[in-house]
């Protein structure tokens, strides 16, 4: 059976590697501004199967790790949010949006009015994510203590007000949502991370923990 600190570091593999995926795609993508546009559009142009894989190897890797928070952290609605947001990736990732906002190179500018059902199932898996998140910080908290508390606490508000800042972001066209966005994965990520990493040094490693 696999070991509860095996299952853990899966989410201290996948959700790093998301974010420096994105972070490395977004500097060094040509025609793409990180500071202006999403994450997402990274998925689109003949680079996109990057961003793609990404979103869907990350998300696979939430799965586990979902698992091994059920067992160290014993809180069932945590690993189910932390199994849903993974699921949210893997959406994100299989539905890609729209060209939009002048990329990639030849989209038109800004945001249309209409978009596909393609785009509308990207934008509900999205969702599903950045509500799952917040909700898995709380849900953790009672779980937790000290400072790790507080820190779930805090990031739990923090991911919520940066999506709505991003979101309005979005809809008018701002040009630095895509920094806000950038912003809310870092702050979010890196407590999956280190929430991984806490509980990994919590559990046994020769054997799984009891259910």
Excluded at 95 to 102: N, R, S
Excluded at 164 to 188: E, H, K, M, S
């Amino acid at each position: 059976m696999t070991t509860t600190r095996t299952l853990l570091l899966c989410g201290a593999a996948g959700a790093p590697l998301f974010v420096i995926v994105l972070l490395a795609e977004g500097a060094l993508r040509p025609h793409y501004d990180p500071v202006y546009h999403s994450g997402s559009q990274l998925s689109l142009g003949d680079r996109g199967w990057i961003q793609i894989a990404n979103f869907v190897v990350s998300g696979l890797l939430m799965l586990p790790y979902a698992e091994g928070v059920r067992r160290a952290l014993a809180s069932r609605w945590t690993a189910v949010l932390i199994a849903l947001f993974g699921v949210g990736l893997i959406g994100a990732g299989v539905f890609v949006m729209d060209p939009m906002q002048g990329y990639p190179p030849g989209a038109p500018p800004g945001i249309p009015a209409v978009t596909s059902g393609h785009n509308s199932a990207h934008d509900l898996a999205s969702l599903l994510v950045f509500l799952a998140l917040p909700l898995a910080c709380v849900t953790a908290a009672f779980r937790l203590k000290g400072w790790w508390r507080a820190y779930s606490l805090v990031t739990a508000v923090a991911t919520v007000a940066l999506f709505l800042a991003y979101g309005q972001a979005f809809t008018q066209d701002a040009p630095n949502a895509g920094l806000i966005q950038r912003v809310l994965i870092v702050t979010g990520w890196t407590w999956l991370t280190l929430l991984a990493l806490r509980l990994s040094r919590t559990v046994p490693t020769s054997r799984p923990a009891r259910r």
